[in-house]
């Protein structure tokens, strides 16, 4: 009897999804190829962080804005933390204006339901929100640590500064189309211009967005009696120490933010502050899977037995050893006799026994179990107490302010730099010439996002650039100007 061929598996799916595949790649090649033809043009706004970029490298900034090309296998700004705070700084900015959905105004809250109140649309309002947390995998449990630690961060900044931050509050304008606009991740704009001659760019403005505008309110302007406007700056960082705010007088980031919202924002900020919060580096214990507490079980079961079968059976005494012994109790006891027995070799029945005595008792024993992955609420206070001992030793506080002013003539070397870092990248585009700059391959541990593309050569770039990048849609050309974008370009580092 035979039996009929089993039907071809339905490859229809697979093969849609390779074409797909093939024509995204064939798309990013052409577009790099010519991206005049594939509709690619070389953006006329230029921001911070494509002026920092190209300073830094500018074959990074060529492949990056000028190309628009991004990895494929890079989507995760919901695992990077820096955007998440950024994300539940700016929910709790707005809760304390009452202006975040579900949040009410925590103003005017008792002190027992502030926290409840800000938190839940904090979270609600990041991307970690609608994510779940529980299937188990290394993604869901690097989800859960960052919440967690969200968590931690929020309630731990609210416990150094009070749900009522009485210091600086989000100062309020008049929008077009959105009156009462809180001025929390403001974009602005403006031309870039000939800080000699006056002259505007013909070919570039600049745009931006600032986290916050502020209204500091225990320092009072004395020609309009409102409180002083300030510019606060979100920042993370591992370490917060004397190095670390010495370099805040030189960031040109903020230098820039300032000079464009006094001139074109019509916004007269005095100054900048750093708000930094310190990152925990504190690990989610992640517990094992049953594969691997087995795995570990049967590793230390083998170890026990290999260790004592290499010790090998107790050998006994001889007889020399026991007359010894023996003669020694004698001389001990009152009435010169011991009823002491000689200690016979173990037999391979009595080895085997006690082998498996050690092993049972082992497997018994607290170390023996399987480790469980660590409760959300033990997470979070070890995480309290991170954050409350490090705050009090001198020099490595976890959360810090600092006001920083930045004199006119700063503010005009930094407008020169601006000015003439847009000339060097008109020279690039007429030459076609993009240079790179090896110091950036590998800051801080990190690979740039491009190292694949220039490590591969001439001969293999274009292969590499195909199969591994795509191109952003036009309106990504800068993605830290979308809402609730950040820099994803250069490293995080700088």
Not at 58 to 70: F, P, V
Not at 466 to 471: D, E, G, H, I, Q
Request: glycine content about 6%.
């Amino acid at each position: 009897m035979t039996t009929p061929d089993a039907s071809p598996p339905d490859l229809s799916e697979h093969d849609s999804a390779w074409a797909a595949s093939a024509a995204a790649s064939d798309a990013t090649r052409a577009a790099v190829a010519n991206p005049a033809a594939a509709g690619i043009a070389p953006p006329a706004v230029l921001t911070y962080s494509y002026l920092r970029t190209f300073g830094n490298c500018k074959r990074m900034a060529q492949l990056g804005y000028e190309l628009r090309l991004e990895p494929l296998a890079e989507r995760a700004e919901s695992l990077r933390f820096g955007t998440i705070w950024h994300s539940a700084m700016e929910s709790r900015d707005l809760a304390v204006v009452g202006t975040l959905p579900g949040a009410g105004n925590i103003m005017t809250s008792p002190d027992d339901v502030v926290h409840a109140a800000t938190v839940a649309p904090i979270l609600s309002a990041t991307p970690l929100a609608d994510q779940a947390l529980t299937a188990p995998s290394p993604a869901a449990h690097d989800q859960r640590q960052m919440r967690l630690r969200l968590l931690g961060m929020v309630a731990a900044y609210e416990r150094k500064w009070g749900v009522r931050d009485i210091e600086f509050r989000a100062h309020v304008i008049e929008s077009p189309g959105e009156p009462n606009r809180p001025c929390v991740e403001l974009p602005f704009g403006g031309p870039i211009v000939n800080p000699e001659t006056g002259a505007k760019s013909r070919t570039f403005s600049l745009a931006g967005k600032v986290d916050e505008v502020a209204d500091l309110l225990a320092e009072i302007d004395p020609v309009t009696g409102n409180p002083q406007l300030w510019l606060v700056e979100r920042k993370t960082a591992t370490t917060i120490d004397g190095a670390y705010l010495a370099r805040l007088v030189l960031d040109a980031q903020l230098r820039i933010y300032v000079h464009y919202l006094r001139a074109h924002m019509r916004l007269p900020v005095v100054g900048a502050i750093y708000d930094v919060a310190g990152k925990p580096g504190l690990k989610l214990g992640e517990g094992e899977t049953d594969a691997e507490w087995q795995a570990r079980v049967a590793e230390k079961v083998a170890a026990i037995r290999a260790d004592m079968q290499a010790a090998g059976a107790d050998p006994g005494e001889t007889e020399a050893e026991f007359a010894a012994r023996h003669t020694e109790a004698c001389a001990k006891s009152k009435s010169g006799k011991s009823a002491i027995k000689r200690k016979m070799p173990e037999t391979p029945e009595e080895f085997a026994a006690r082998i498996e005595k050690k092993i049972v008792a082992w497997t018994a024993s607290d170390a023996a179990q399987r480790k469980l992955p660590e409760p959300d609420t033990d997470y979070l206070a070890r995480l309290a107490e991170w954050f409350e001992a490090r705050d009090l030793e001198p020099g490595k506080e976890r959360f810090h302010r600092e006001r920083v002013l930045f004199s006119d003539d700063s503010i005009d070397e930094v407008r020169e730099d601006v000015w003439d870092l847009g000339q060097q990248v008109l020279a690039a585009r007429r030459r076609g010439k993009w240079s790179r700059n090896e110091t950036q391959c590998f800051v801080y541990g990190h690979e740039c996002r491009f190292w694949p593309i220039c490590s591969a050569g001439r001969a293999g770039a274009e292969m590499v650039t195909a199969n591994l990048y795509r191109v952003r849609p036009a309106d990504e050309t800068h993605p830290e100007l979308k809402p609730g974008g950040v820099d994803e370009i250069a490293p995080k580092s700088f």
